[in-house]
């Protein structure tokens, strides 16, 4: 069964430091999202994409975030300068173009510690 | 007030009985999805309720919807240790593609 992919399991980086999360969605879906979820806390909402843009980010993301889909697979997360307040785990997650409700399915992840 | 609450924040069974989850929201929905997560791992979906439908089944869940009460819970027959894990519902409200997770239920079936 095909599934969202996410490298690397584990990242270690100290403050400032500049990281990138990697995703493979499902391959024919269109629709990306990350999510991120701070230890014991909700998963929370960072931001969706679409068509090669943002088509929607929550107060979460701001221009420290940035989104892209380099090539015909891959969905990235760049955080600029870490802070240590965004140690959590992020999850990328994907979803059909379909028209009526979709289902996300998610990634297993990506542990972020930054210290 | 949050989007997305779920009670009890934990639940402690024996494996056979039944364990029911609540999830209650604030805002019109397109749809409610409900996510396990084992501890640490990624989120698993287990199944979409429309708007429209008040009640879903899958294998041993049981999803029933109420959207004059804005809630929603999670039955789950028969449990299995394996069946431990933490349960999230999730909504999407209108007009937008963003998930709103509750706060979750912890569950623990013994075996």
């Known amino acids: 069964e095909p599934e969202v992919t996410q490298t690397p399991s584990h990242q270690v980086t100290q403050m400032g430091q500049e990281v990138i999360l990697r995703c493979v969605p499902i391959?024919?879906?269109?629709?990306f999202y990350w999510y991120r979820q701070i230890l014991g806390q909700k998963v929370e909402f960072l931001v969706s994409f679409y068509n090669n843009e943002i088509s929607e980010k929550s107060e979460i993301f701001d221009d420290q975030f940035s989104v892209e889909r380099p090539d015909g697979s891959n969905f990235t997360l760049k955080i600029r300068s870490t802070k240590l307040e965004d140690s959590a785990m992020y999850f990328c997650?994907?979803?059909?173009?379909?028209?009526?409700?979709?289902?996300?399915?998610f990634g297993p992840g990506t542990r972020l510690t930054v210290t | 007030s949050q989007q997305g609450e779920e009670d009890p924040q934990a639940l402690s069974i024996q494996e056979g009985e039944n364990a029911t989850m609540n999830c209650s929201y604030k805002?019109?929905?397109?749809?409610l999805q409900w996510y396990r997560q084992n501890s640490g791992r990624g989120l698993v979906h287990l199944i979409l309720?429309?708007?429209?439908?008040r009640e879903k089944h899958s294998g041993r869940l049981r999803v029933t919807l109420d959207t004059s009460k804005k809630s929603s819970s999670l039955l789950i027959t028969a449990s299995r240790a394996a069946d431990t894990a933490s349960y999230f519902c999730a909504t999407d409200p209108d007009n937008t593609d963003k998930l709103i997770f509750g706060t979750g239920t912890r569950l623990q079936v013994f075996p």
């Open positions: 391959s024919n879906h269109l629709y």
């Open positions: 805002t019109s929905i397109n749809n």
């Open positions: 997650a994907s979803s059909e173009p379909a028209s009526g409700p979709y289902e996300q399915y």
């Open positions: 309720i429309r708007s429209n439908e």
